[in-house]
């Protein structure tokens, strides 16, 4: 769904942009960066940074894993 954000400032300038797709779906992807990113914010309270840690390494490494097993595993702690 297309959206426009606009800006007034308090000097009365304007500045507005257009998005035609949104962040993070499927025209417009997250970058792996951004993904991890929030991956962090809304795991933080869930797991500790050493497993979110471990549980990325494992994601980013699926399309060479012959089993989806040790990624369920730390998911599972």
Do not use: Y
């Amino acid at each position: 769904m297309p959206s426009t954000h606009e800006i007034l400032t308090k000097a009365g300038r304007r500045f507005s942009t257009r998005l035609d797709f949104r962040k993070g779906g499927p025209e417009n992807p997250l970058s792996w960066d951004e993904l991890i990113d929030k991956f962090h914010r809304l795991t933080a309270g869930v797991f500790p940074k050493d497993q979110r840690q471990g549980l990325i390494a494992h994601v980013r490494s699926l399309e060479d894993a012959h089993a989806v097993s040790e990624v369920l595993r730390l998911a599972a702690k």
